[in-house]
C-alpha cells in the first residue's frame, strides 16, 4: 500500500520532468544498444568543475538552444539487395518518431547521424551516398522516384574505423511532428570503385568483399534532436 | 505586550542540510543510467526573532517574526525555504528506447532563507 502511496506523487514529479511514466527498466533495452559517446561526455561535462559557468538550456557542442538532448533511433527496415531504382545499391528505410517530443518543446535541432559499420578486405573503398525524403506512400508499380526528394548525394571514403555522415534536418523533423506527415527517409548506398560482381555482396547469399562487422548492422542512423521546454528552462539562472 | 524571546541554538537556525537522494531508493535505478543519486541537500531549521541577515529574511518574515515573538500562538514563524536552487543533468532511457541527456532545474538546495 505503501507503493500505491508513493505512486500519485511519483507521477506529478515524473510529469513535472516531462516523463508520462516511469520509463521501461534499462535491462530490457534492445542488445547492442549504448549510450552514444557524445551524450557521456556532455552529461560528464555537465557534472564537470566549470558546469557553473554554463548555461544548462544552451547546448554549446551544437551551439543551440535547448535543454533535452535525444538520441532518436531509427525504425526503419534494411531492404538489403537490389533497390527498386539502382540495381547495385543497398537500400534503407529510416524512420524517426518525433512523436516523443512533447507538444511543448521547441525543437532546435534535429541532426541525423548515419554511421557505416563495414570491415574492409581490400584497399580503401568509396560509398556513393543518396539521401531521400519520402513525400508520399508509393504504390507497389509506381515509380519510385516520384515519392522522394533528394536531400543528399556525396561520396563517403570508408576507413577502417565506423565511418559517419551527418545532415541537418531541422525543418524536415518540424514537419514529422505534425500527424501524418511523417514517411521517412530512403538511404541508397552505391560502392564506387568496386567491379561490379563485387556489387553482390549487398544482394544477399553472396560472398561479402565489403564484409559486415558480424555484431553490427551495415548502417546505423540516430537522429540527434534537441529541445528546449520553455517551461524548464527560465532564463537568469545558472547551473550548479 | 511584550516580545517573547524563544532560545534558539545555533543547530535549529534555517539553513541547508545535506541530503543525499540515492535513485536505487526511489526505484528508478532501472531507467537512469546516470547519475545513480545526488547531493539534493533540503532546508531545515528555525526562522527566529530577530532575524539575522544570514538567515535571508524578506522585510515580510523580518516583521512576521516581530508579530509572532509577540503573538507565538496567533501568527507562526516564517518558513525556511530554499532560497538558491540550482540544475543537474540526468542521462535515461525513454519509454521508445531513446537515450536522453536532459537538464533539469531547481534540483539541488544551494541556499536556504526566512520567507
Not at chain 1, 34 to 63: I, K, N, Q
Not at chain 1, 177 to 192: D, H, T, V
Not at chain 2, 55 to 76: C, E, F, M
Request: charged letters at 20%.
Amino acid at each position: 500500500s505503501r507503493v500505491e502511496e508513493a505512486k500519485s506523487p511519483e507521477r506529478l514529479f515524473l510529469g513535472s520532468l516531462g516523463l508520462s511514466g516511469r520509463p521501461r527498466p534499462a535491462g530490457s533495452q534492445q542488445p547492442g544498444r549504448h549510450v552514444p559517446s557524445a551524450l557521456w561526455r556532455m552529461f560528464r561535462r555537465s557534472e564537470g568543475d566549470h558546469a557553473e559557468e554554463s548555461d544548462p538550456c544552451t547546448v554549446s557542442e551544437y551551439g543551440v538552444r535547448g535543454n533535452i538532448i535525444r538520441y532518436v533511433q531509427d525504425q526503419g527496415r534494411l531492404v538489403s539487395g537490389w533497390s527498386s531504382s539502382c540495381r547495385a545499391c543497398l537500400e534503407k528505410q529510416l524512420y524517426f518518431n518525433m512523436s516523443v517530443l512533447q507538444p511543448v518543446e521547441l525543437l532546435s535541432l534535429a541532426q541525423l547521424e548515419i554511421t557505416f559499420h563495414w570491415k574492409l578486405l581490400q584497399g580503401p573503398r568509396a560509398l556513393s551516398v543518396s539521401l531521400y525524403q519520402v513525400i508520399r506512400a508509393t504504390l507497389r508499380g509506381a515509380d519510385p522516384q516520384a515519392g522522394r526528394r533528394l536531400l543528399l548525394s556525396q561520396s563517403v571514403r570508408l576507413q577502417h574505423e565506423p565511418t559517419s555522415v551527418a545532415v541537418d534536418l531541422t525543418a524536415l523533423a518540424e514537419g514529422w511532428r505534425k500527424p501524418g506527415r511523417n514517411y521517412g527517409l530512403l538511404l541508397e548506398l552505391l560502392p564506387l570503385d568496386a567491379e561490379p560482381e563485387e556489387l553482390l555482396p549487398f544482394h544477399p547469399g553472396n560472398s561479402l568483399p565489403l564484409e559486415p562487422a558480424s555484431a553490427l548492422p551495415l548502417v546505423q542512423a540516430s537522429l540527434v534532436a534537441v529541445s528546449l521546454n520553455p517551461h524548464q528552462c527560465r532564463s537568469g539562472r545558472r547551473r550548479r | 505586550r511584550s516580545a517573547v524571546h524563544l532560545p534558539v541554538t545555533p543547530s535549529n537556525v534555517c539553513k541547508a542540510r545535506r541530503l543525499y537522494i540515492d535513485f536505487k531508493d526511489v526505484g528508478w535505478q532501472d531507467w537512469i543510467i546516470a547519475p545513480q543519486g545526488y547531493m539534493a541537500n533540503y532546508c531545515h531549521g528555525e526562522c527566529p526573532f530577530p532575524l539575522s541577515e544570514s538567515l535571508n529574511g524578506t522585510n515580510h518574515a523580518i516583521l512576521q517574526t516581530l508579530v509572532h515573538s509577540l503573538d507565538p500562538h496567533g501568527t507562526p514563524q516564517p518558513c525556511c525555504v530554499p532560497i538558491h536552487l540550482s540544475p543537474i543533468s540526468m542521462l535515461y532511457y525513454d519509454n521508445n528506447d531513446n537515450v536522453v541527456l536532459r537538464h533539469y532545474q531547481d534540483m539541488v538546495v544551494d541556499e536556504c532563507g526566512c520567507r
